[in-house]
């Protein structure tokens, strides 16, 4: 299954001022009561659909742990959660990590998996950045500001140019925003 076409995708949801958790954790703001007639409508189908094209998904421990309070949406497919913490799960599909990660992301998973998303916490997002690890990122915007709270990125260090590849606005207010990472990588030679 594995090919040069695999991509890592950093998908975060975000109030509008970049929070992606009040200080306290909690994310009881994500849902979205806005109504917005231009948009979207954001169908069980729709996403049913999309969810088949991602093969693996990436966490951290948080992340986790809202995922299993709030309803597993992963299904079967597989999921590494990043964690030092000595973690136990009953699901088949759900590995513990604590290694390297480029290891984990260019040895283990993108020679199998064509889609992999990593799908929470400010800490990876900033270790996946900061290694070069992602290929997309997918920002999806609820139409909040929470005014402090945990930020998407924290203090990355470090500047990254990002192409806008696409733009959604949903019926529920909510706007998704789809970067490819620009890596800087050095052009060939024009002759």
Not at 29 to 37: I, K, V
Not at 71 to 93: H, K, Q, S
Request: aromatic share 8%; proline share 3%.
């Amino acid at each position: 299954m594995a090919t040069d076409t695999s991509k890592v995708t950093i998908h975060m949801v975000s109030s509008l001022d970049g929070f992606i958790a009040k200080k306290d954790g909690s994310i009881s703001w994500m849902q979205s009561s806005d109504t917005y007639d231009k948009g979207v409508t954001l169908t069980d189908e729709y996403i049913a659909e999309f969810l088949k094209s991602i093969d693996c998904y990436i966490m951290g421990s948080r992340t986790y742990e809202h995922a299993l309070e709030l309803g597993w949406p992963y299904g079967d497919v597989p999921v590494i959660v990043l964690t030092n913490r000595n973690l136990t799960t009953d699901r088949e599909n759900v590995e513990f990590y604590s290694g390297d990660l480029q290891e984990l992301v260019n040895v283990r998973l993108k020679p199998n998996h064509r889609n992999i998303w990593m799908v929470g916490g400010a800490m990876l997002t900033k270790e996946f950045m900061r290694l070069k690890l992602a290929d997309d990122i997918v920002i999806s915007i609820i139409p909040v500001v929470l005014g402090d709270g945990k930020l998407f990125f924290d203090h990355i260090g470090q500047e990254q140019a990002l192409h806008l590849k696409d733009v959604t606005a949903y019926k529920d207010g909510m706007v998704e925003l789809s970067y490819e990472i620009k890596n800087n990588k050095t052009a060939p030679a024009v002759v």
